[in-house]
């Protein structure tokens, strides 16, 4: 009996865990249907609004092999959170970009949290209330829980490039 309660409960708990990411909501400000609150990486760049963005320029985006190799070297236990709004053409031109650099470093999924906002640039669940949101996409990578540094709406020389300075600096 108590292995059947343990089993219900862990199934409840994994539903419950599942419905609070990939939410979509109408968005008021916008005026059209948007991602909303934490979401994983599969389900925003299936997102319609998203999608095509993604799939033209993931793969047409080539970073830097040097500053890359230097990336893998001092990326380690880092820890990357992604704002940004699957209604931005910022988010949908950066975000895929920065995938394309996460992914050529090997910075794991597990390291990333991707949260999205609507037009407001507010999440539904306040997970984003103490971070100071004012633009989109804005990458906050923290090391140890410290912030390092961020990359706000678009870099100042190239992703790979800030994202490099950002972590070599501390």
Known sequence: MNKILTAILL???MHSSAQ???????????????????CTR????????????????????????TTVSKLKTLASDLKVTIVLGTWCGDSKLQVPHFFKVM??????????TLICVDGHKKAQNGSIDNLNIQ?????????????????????KDTLEQDFLAIISSK
Request: proline share 6%.
């Open 11 to 13: 199934l409840f708990a």
């Open 20 to 38: 609070s990411l990939n939410k979509k909501s109408q968005d008021t400000t916008k005026h059209k249907l948007i991602m909303i609150d934490q």
């Open 42 to 65: 599969d389900s925003l760049t299936s997102f319609p609004e998203f999608k095509t963005m993604y799939d033209s320029q993931y793969p047409s985006y080539t970073p830097d092999s």
């Open 103 to 112: 992914d050529e470093v090997g910075i794991k999924e597990k390291d990333v």
């Open 135 to 155: 633009r989109v996409p804005t990458f906050i990578f923290t090391k140890k829980g410290k912030e390092l540094g961020r990359i706000i709406e678009s870099p």
